[in-house]
């Protein structure tokens, strides 16, 4: 069975990076997308990242575009998000998210029921 495991959260202070990475285990698939979604208590799960696994999709919410750069090893099925100049509003747990991927393009990337498996969620705390 397909698993997500998710590392890197935790506290940190305005202006510090965070990175997020995401192994995917047992896939029975050679190609993939995979996205960071966040979820603060009383909201719904939102968008932050998604990518396809050679990089040749990549795409980024407003929220975090010019603070969030991804990058891929596709031998051990790997995927990282770098945040910079963390706010407090980037609090929230991050999850990750993938599904098979095939064809050329990377259709509905940032909807939440476009997934097939997800991570545990990891908290990403960013305090004054």
């Known amino acids: 069975q397909v698993q997500l495991i998710e590392t890197g959260g935790g506290v940190v202070q305005t202006g510090d990076s965070l990175r997020l990475s995401c192994t995917i285990s047992?896939?029975?698939?050679?190609?993939?997308?995979m996205a960071w979604f966040r979820q603060t208590p009383d909201n719904e799960r939102e968008f932050v990242a998604a990518?396809?696994?050679?990089?040749?999709?990549?795409y980024y919410a407003d929220s975090v575009k010019g603070r969030v750069t991804i990058s891929t090893t596709y031998a051990n099925f790997t995927g990282n998000l770098q945040l910079s100049d963390l706010r407090v509003a980037d609090t929230a747990v991050y999850y990750c998210?993938?599904?098979?991927?095939?064809?050329?393009?990377?259709?509905?990337?940032?909807?939440?029921?476009?997934?097939?498996?997800w991570g545990q969620g990891t908290q990403v705390t960013v305090s004054t």
């Open positions: 998210a993938v599904r098979p991927l095939g064809g050329t393009t990377y259709p509905h990337y940032y909807s939440t029921t476009a997934y097939d498996y």
């Open positions: 047992r896939p029975f698939f050679g190609t993939y997308g």
């Open positions: 990518f396809s696994w050679n990089e040749a999709h990549i």
